[in-house]
């Protein structure tokens, strides 16, 4: 059985900085593409950022330059460093990952969620 784990969410004062962690663990044979999701109160859930196996990333336009993410695929863990925070990135953050369990096909998992809380 595979799970997706989230940590660091918190409480920041506006400008401030956070880190998530997300470490997969189960019968893993391979992860491909990991990502992270926020879905704020009352709003549809929106891609912030996603890595590839390789390394290649994307970012929504109103994290770009403020977000990084990166991946250690020997931990199978992804990471959101996020600087500069703003009121508006206020949401629960989730872990999303392509993996092909060992004996079973690719599916799409999720984290439980993890609050980030931008407020003076």
């Known amino acids: 059985q595979v799970q997706l784990v989230e940590s660091g969410g918190g409480l920041v004062q506006p400008g401030g900085s956070l880190r998530l962690s997300c470490a997969a663990s189960g019968n893993i044979f391979r992860i491909y593409a990991m990502g992270w999701y926020r879905q704020a109160p009352g709003k549809q859930r929106e891609l912030v950022a996603a890595v590839t196996r390789s390394g290649s990333t994307n970012y929504a336009g109103s994290v770009k330059g403020r977000f990084t993410i990166s991946r250690d695929n020997a931990k199978n863990t992804v990471y959101l460093q996020m600087s500069s925070l703003k009121p508006e990135d206020t949401a629960v953050y989730y872990c999303?990952?392509?993996?092909?369990?060992?004996?079973?096909?690719?599916?799409?998992?999720w984290g439980q969620g993890t609050q980030v809380t931008v407020s003076s």
């Open positions: 999303n990952a392509e993996i092909t369990p060992i004996a079973d096909t690719t599916s799409t998992y």
